[in-house]
Structure formats: C-alpha cells, structure tokens
C-alpha cells in the first residue's frame, strides 16, 4: 500500500493555466516576469521538493513531536536540514517583493506551491506562512526603520514569526484582551501579560522571532477599539550587542495533531516592543496577517483533503476484498459505496481547489489592477475568503473520516497513517477565526453589510458561465442544476437581507447554513468551469466531466436541504433556557 505523497501537479496545472488563465496576470506590470517556464517551474521544482524533502519528514513529526528542552523548543528530527533548504532554494519569499529578497510572483502561484507543501508536511508548512503574513504586515503598517530591521529577514528566513493574539479570557472576544503596553523612555513599549495558542512562538529553526503582538496601552478604552499592535523582537541589539528579549515559553500545548508544530504559550515579562500603525488600529492592522493566513489555512484544507483522497485511491485499487468466493478477491474500488466515497471525495476537493486559487488570483488584482477592476477584484476575493477556509476546512475532515472508513480497520489504527490527516485537519476549522466566524463574517459584513452587492457581482459571474456553457449538450444538465441551486442562494440571500434589520438573531442562526450554501454553489461554479475546460476524450478530461456530473447530481441537492435550515431561524435554538439545555439526561 503507497504511503509516500504525491503532488497533484496535472491538477494544479489544469486549474492554474486551463481553468484560470491565470498567467494573463503577467499583463499587470507588478507580475511582468511570470511566464509559463517559471509557472511550470514552481509546480515541477516544488513538487520534488515537497516529494524528496517534507514528505519524509510528516510521519516521524507526529510522531516524536516538537519538545520543550530546558526552556528552549527542539523541532522534530529533519526539519532543521529540510529548512535551510526551503530558504536557500528561494521559496520563502516566492510571492514578496523583489526589494526584499523575494521573487514578486502572484499569490495564486504561491497558493499552489503552499498546497504541496501542506500536503506533504502540513506541521512543516506552519512556519512559512506566518513568516510571508508577517513580513506583508510589517510592511503594510511599519515605519521605515521597522521595515529595514526586520522585512529582509522575514523574507530570507534568517527570522521566524508569530501572531499572538489569544489571552486565556480573549479567545475569539479579542476585545478582552487584557496585556498591557506600556510607553518606555526610548520611544519604544514594554509589554506584560500571558498568550496562549502561539503557533512557533518559539523554535530552533531561526534565532531571531518577530512577534506580532495584539495589547492596549495603559490609557486605551476598552473593547477592540482600544487594541494596538506591536513588534516584539525575541533578540535586540542594545550597543552592538545582541541580548535576549524578555520572552518566555511557559509550556507546549499537547494537541490532537500538528505534533510537529509547536503551539506555545508565552510570557511578556516587560519585553521590549515597537508600534505598527496607529495606536488605537491594532486589530484592523492585525488584519493584514490574518487574511493571508486565511487563504492559507483555505489551502491547508485542500491539500489535506487531496492527500487523504489520493491516499484512498490508492488503497481502493490495491486492496482486494469480495467478489465471488472461487474467484481471486476483487479491488474494494470495484464496490459501489466506495466507489461513491471515492467520488465524493474527489468532488469536494477538486472544487475547492479550484474555488481556493480562485481567490488567490482575485487577491492578486486586487493588488495589482487600478479603478473599478481593482474593486471588483477586491469585493470577490472578500466573499470568497469566509467561503474557502470553512468550506475548504469542512472538506478536509470529511474527506479525511471517508478516507479511514475506506481503509477500514487499517484506517483506524495508526500503522497506515491515513488517521494523522483527520488529526492534523481538525485544527483548521477553529484556528484563523472559527467556521461559524467565517459564516458570521459571510452574512452580516459580505452579504448584509453592502446589501447583497457581492453576492450579485458573485452570482453574475456564475450565471455567466451557465450561459456559455448552455450550448454543449454534455453540460446541459449540470448547467441547469447548478442555475436551480444559484437561485435557491439568491432566495435565501433575498430573505436574509429581508430580515436583517428586524430579526437578527435569526440572521445568526442562518449564517452556518447559509455559508455552506454559498460554498456549495460556489463549488458548483467551479466544476462547470473546470467541465468546460475540459472537452477531449482523454481520460483526464472525461474524469472532469464525470466528477461535475457526480457534484451536480449528488451534491447540488444538498442546496435545498442547507435552504430549509436558513428558515427555521433562532427559535427552536432558544426554545430551552440554557439550564435546561445543558443539563444532563438523567430523569428526576
């Protein structure tokens, strides 16, 4: 049975240059130099990285773990090696400006490197990301002096990176942060107080550690609007010397999974500390990280869906079980409910991979396009971000658990190793924001909050390719399932906003259900594109048409069941008072 990854390269191809056109970028100044030569580069060049160095390392990770040793965290067994590669080869930096020492390529190029590397080592991959959404914020909002310090070094990786947001009492509240910033005599801050969830809040891979760190100053009122953001160094040079920080880890957290990524709790013990932006702004700074991060977590999902099923596959075709009882036992992929597990999980996936770099590329017009294309770009690219780290999250759990029920027995124990993709995924529906966040976010600020404005630009673009697609008789069935399932999104939509003002606990009720919605639909919009793409009779291109085929006959119904959620609303939620709600089943 294959264990080793493989990176889905035809795939990503298929949907970077086929689906996406996403090399028409290069006729923005800003992406000039991307052409199909470096574009099949960063595929071919990253897939045997991701193959040859990381995926060797993701077993022996969850296993042994990251260890706090005398203070000081140890990385797992291979990643000290595997990191100086990864920095020396460039890929650090691939989507940072040129002037810092990266390479300036568009972030969907980056989005579909990320993927292979998640997918071959998703504890590895934790650092990178917050080092690329680091160096974005710092040079988003720090003064010229921050930047010339520390951008270089983000983007070189000779210095690793933090967000550090969560208290003990401030989980998703962050307004009740409590750690305090206090102004010092040299025009800097000395911040005291205790965070928790700190992804690589300390590690060995880099001696410096750029901390982004959320507090309000002594003066500040209370709530978000008092949170402002701050650089904390782990080293500072004070008179040509370099000295410790006043940092210090006070323990690992023992998780589920990520065993590879250390998830440290630290203690600001008056450590020295810089400004970004405007006192006051932190969390709106703060934003520029966490929306990065975001996308990745989105890619995250994907690339652990991808590797489960292609795990699965594998295991379907070599695995011989049933069939008649004379005859030599048939692949478990000839039985039709795995064959249906199969489908299911290539669908999902296939999907959201599409939808994923989609945002991608919307982000990259956004940032690189002028006028009203640069704001349309921007109000997609806001719709689609809630959309694909929850569903592309909720896809990887659910792929993961049909993955081990497909292998059965051998699923479960860990000597297949396909359980530690369920493990290492659960994270990624809580961390970046929770899915009902995201759904939360989806509802009141992208739908409600411009009233409906991007749900029409983002249904126009769907009813569109309805339309091109409307003459190619092989799509006119799923053309038309997905145009009735668009206009069950667009009737819930219509209700929500009906709703908005005079009942806005049931707006609340309905976000989770109608995000699914949305994610469905939006899924739907990219199987028909990728349907479209895809019109020889080559075994690639019919497994295209037969998976929108299987998404609009299997999977678009779903609509109607997400649908009859949005209208039940918050009453049966409120129903029982809370005492009675949580209380135990035992009768009195």
């Given amino acids: 049975m294959s264990r080793g990854y493989q990176a889905p390269t035809a795939d990503l191809r298929f949907v970077l240059k086929t689906v996406l056109g996403a090399e028409s970028i290069a006729r923005q100044a800003r992406f000039r130099d991307l052409d199909a030569a470096i574009l099949d580069g960063v595929i071919d060049e990253g897939a045997r990285f991701c193959e040859q160095t990381l995926a060797p390392l993701n077993?022996?990770?969850?296993?042994?773990?990251?260890?706090?040793v005398e203070g000081r965290v140890r990385m797992p067994p291979g990643f000290r090696e595997a990191y100086r590669r990864f920095c020396a080869d460039g890929w650090l930096g691939l989507d940072l400006p040129r002037e810092y020492g990266g390479q300036a390529l568009p972030r969907v190029v980056q989005a579909a490197f990320a993927e292979m590397v998640n997918g071959a080592c998703i504890a590895f991959a934790m650092l990178p990301v917050t080092q690329r959404a680091a160096a974005r914020l710092l040079l988003a909002h720090g003064d010229a002096a921050l930047i010339a310090r520390y951008a270089g070094s983000l983007v070189s990786g000779e210095a690793g990176a933090t967000i550090v947001i969560t208290e003990a009492q401030a989980g998703s509240d962050v307004g009740?942060?409590?750690?305090?910033?206090?102004?010092d005599s040299r025009g800097g801050y000395r911040l005291t107080g205790n965070k928790i969830f700190i992804s690589n809040g300390d590690q060995d891979l880099t001696d410096q550690i750029v901390h982004m760190v959320l507090a309000r100053t002594p003066d500040a009122p209370p709530g978000t609007r008092g949170l402002s953001l701050f650089l904390v160094p782990k080293l500072l040079e004070r008179?040509?010397?370099?000295?410790?920080?006043?940092?210090?880890?006070?323990r690992l957290e023992h998780k589920m999974g990520l065993n590879g990524s250390p998830t440290c709790a630290l203690a600001f013990e008056g450590a020295r500390g810089f400004l970004l932006g405007e006192l006051g702004r932190g969390l709106g700074c703060m934003f520029t990280m966490v929306n990065t991060m975001r996308l990745e977590v989105a890619v995250q999902g994907v690339a652990l869906a991808s590797a489960a099923h292609a795990r699965a596959a594998c295991y379907a075709l070599e695995r011989l079980q049933g069939g008649v009882p004379q005859a030599t036992p048939c692949p478990i992929g000839t039985h039709a409910d795995v064959r249906r597990m199969l489908l299911i999980m290539r669908a999902r996936t296939e999907a959201l991979r599409a939808l994923t770099l989609e945002a991608a590329l919307q982000l990259d017009l956004a940032e690189s396009t002028e006028g009203e294309v640069s704001a349309v770009a921007a109000r997609r690219a806001e719709w689609l971000l809630p959309i694909c780290k929850a569903c592309a999250t909720d896809c990887a759990g659910e792929v993961g658990n049909l993955a081990i029920q497909l292998h059965g027995g051998h699923g479960y124990v860990r000597d297949s190793g396909i359980e530690q993709t369920v493990r290492d995924a659960r994270i990624g529906t809580i961390y970046e924001g929770t899915n009902g966040i995201q759904a939360l976010d989806l509802v009141e600020r992208k739908l409600i909050g411009d009233g409906g404005r991007r749900l029409q630009e983002f249904a126009a673009g769907i009813r569109s390719e309805i339309a091109a697609a409307g003459g190619d008789a092989r799509l006119a069935r799923f053309a038309h399932q997905l145009e009735a399932a668009l206009q069950v999104l667009q009737s819930a939509s219509d209700r929500l906003l009906e709703r908005a003002s005079a009942a806005p606990r049931d707006i609340d009720a309905a976000a989770t259900p109608y995000l699914r919605l949305a994610g469905l639909v939006a899924g739907g919009w990219m199987s028909l594109r990728m349907a479209q793409a895809a019109p020889t009779d080559s075994a690639f291109d019919r497994a295209k048409r037969v998976s929108a085929d299987f998404y609009g006959r299997y999977l678009l119904p779903e609509a109607r069941l997400h649908a009859e959620q949005i209208e039940v609303g918050a009453g049966i939620l409120d129903e029982l008072p809370l005492a009675e709600l949580t209380a135990g089943t035992e009768h009195s």
């Fill in 176 to 183: 009740r942060i409590q750690s305090l910033a206090r102004p």
């Fill in 59 to 68: 077993e022996t990770a969850d296993r042994e773990g990251a260890r706090l």
């Fill in 239 to 250: 008179e040509g010397h370099i000295a410790t920080n006043d940092v210090r880890v006070l």
